[in-house]
């Protein structure tokens, strides 16, 4: 499985970006995707992420209620919403997926992941 993200850019504060995340190869049916992101000099943290059929979604609690998680109907791209941008949100963004199943204790855990797309950047700056 190959993952391209794109989709970041520069931002104002209060401004909305909306991020892809393409998967081609061997697509495996059941499988989960998700969001990282990784500010300088901090470590890679979760930031959403979404089933397999788009019925269950999770979110860190510092982007609920901002940031919509969702996947097409062919279950080969999925998208990050991020609305009222905060200069907090300065980040390098990875998608993320993993074959398994959807569990809700796991799918916030990096190591949960299997495959990962080489990132996009998004600067909130006024």
């Known amino acids: 499985v190959q993952l391209q993200a794109s989709g970041g850019g520069l931002v104002q504060p209060g401004g909305s970006l909306r991020l892809s995340c393409t998967a081609s190869?061997?697509?495996?049916?059941?499988?989960?995707m998700g969001w990282f992101r990784q500010a300088p000099g901090k470590e890679r943290e979760f930031v959403s992420a979404?089933?397999?059929?788009?019925?269950?979604?999770r979110y860190a609690d510092s982007v609920k209620d901002r940031f919509t998680i969702f996947r097409d109907n062919a279950k080969t791209t999925m998208y990050l919403q991020m609305n009222s941008l905060k200069p907090e949100d300065t980040a390098v963004y990875y998608c993320a997926a993993r074959p398994s199943g959807w569990f809700y204790s796991r799918v916030a855990l990096s190591d949960e992941y299997d495959y990962w797309g080489q990132g996009t950047l998004v600067t909130v700056s006024s």
């Open positions: 190869g061997r697509i495996i049916s059941g499988g989960v």
């Open positions: 979404i089933s397999w059929t788009g019925n269950s979604a």
